[in-house]
């Protein structure tokens, strides 16, 4: 059966026009589309030049960028890539994961929706995925941003891009907005259940790890700090763990200027100096494995960890694209499609 609805009774000539489809576009923040320098300066020239990111006034900050970042960072980032790329099917792990959790999710709503996705920065674009859903008849559009805790640098910039696309359109679909899912009771269960099933008796200490941000963003008023805390507090009482066993960290630091604290790596450190053999990481602002997650700390905090007297860090994989988080996914979308969810009888 075809679900595009052809414009009916147009007069002569009219160009032809699809609508009458839900879609769902899941965004998640970006990735370099193939192992090589040219193509992780794409993706470093995209993602840094979001003001979101990098408010720095354009005068001073793109000289640094072009003259100094894009010319030395791209040939150390892939060969952070290297250690974690999908040489079965040739992309990142975020790439696939994100790919993955879009096939999954279309297979538990009505088929008469739209499920894709799109990455913020590089291939595929979310103007590119959301012109293609547009053409595929979709009138109305569920953006689902991958990011459990809201922050103008993940959720806002995922935002911003869509909103500009359709800008330019001259019919926009009516768009809605996923809103941050960083104390939803399925998401909690699910981190828990990760828990469970990586922490053992021998884990002396569990980091609950976090993307960092400018400290001068939350004085600004972005929620992200407090979501963060938010999903490590129902966390721990899921778990019965004390904070004391499960700090709240922050990593991914970059530029000069004060970030969020403690950083992880200041507390894996720690760690190690007060005598604890083996410790864990787990990531909850992350819900797809990536650089961060398998580079950042599954290789180089690992390796920190090691040469502080330490031995065994273990790094908590994602959700990915698990059934635990795919029902996750399924049941806030299908909330946020009320009123627009097709009939599955």
């Known amino acids: 059966m075809d679900h595009v609805t052809p414009l009916t009774a147009a007069p002569q000539n009219h160009p032809p026009i ?13 990735t370099p589309e193939h192992l090589t320098d040219a193509s992780v300066r794409a993706y470093l020239a995209e993602f840094l030049s979001d003001k979101r990111v990098v408010d720095y006034p354009s005068i001073l900050w ?7 970042i894009l010319r030395t960072r791209p040939a150390k980032t892939r060969a952070a890539y290297a250690k974690i790329w999908d040489r079965e099917t040739d992309e990142s792990p975020l790439r696939r994961y994100t790919r993955e959790q879009a096939e999954k999710l279309r297979e538990k709503l009505p088929s008469e929706i739209v499920v894709d996705w799109a990455m913020r920065y590089g291939v595929p674009g979310t103007a590119a995925t959301l012109q293609k859903m547009q053409d595929m008849g979709c009138d109305r559009i569920l953006l689902v941003p991958l990011y459990p805790q809201y922050s103008a640098t993940t959720t806002g910039t995922a935002c911003d891009a869509a909103f500009a696309w359709a800008q330019k359109q001259p019919w926009q679909p009516a768009l809605r907005v996923m809103p941050a899912f960083h104390d939803n009771p399925g998401l909690i269960a699910a981190l828990a259940g990760l828990c469970r099933a990586h922490v053992t008796e021998k884990t002396e200490r569990v980091i609950l790890s ?48 004060k970030w969020l604290e403690p950083s992880t790596e200041s507390l894996v450190i720690t760690a190690a ?73």
């Open 18 to 30: 699809a609508f009458g489809r839900v879609g769902v576009l899941l965004i998640n923040l970006g």
């Open 273 to 345: 100096e007060e005598g604890l053999t083996n410790i864990a990481v787990v990531t909850p602002g992350f819900v797809s494995d990536c650089i961060e997650t398998l580079e950042e700390v599954g290789i180089g905090l690992a390796e920190t960890f090691e040469e502080a007297g330490g031995e065994t860090l273990t790094a908590i994989p994602c959700l990915n694209s698990s059934d635990a988080f795919i029902d996750v996914l399924n049941g806030l979308v299908r909330r946020e499609l009320g009123g627009w969810m097709p009939s599955e009888s």
């Open 210 to 257: 976090f993307h960092g941000l400018p400290e001068r963003y939350f004085k600004q008023g972005d929620p992200y700090h407090c979501h963060c805390h938010k999903t490590a507090r129902l966390m721990r009482e899921a778990l019965g763990w004390s904070e004391e066993f499960a700090p709240v960290a922050f990593q991914s630091k970059f530029g000069p200027e």
């Open 62 to 68: 793109q000289p640094v960028l072009r003259g100094i």
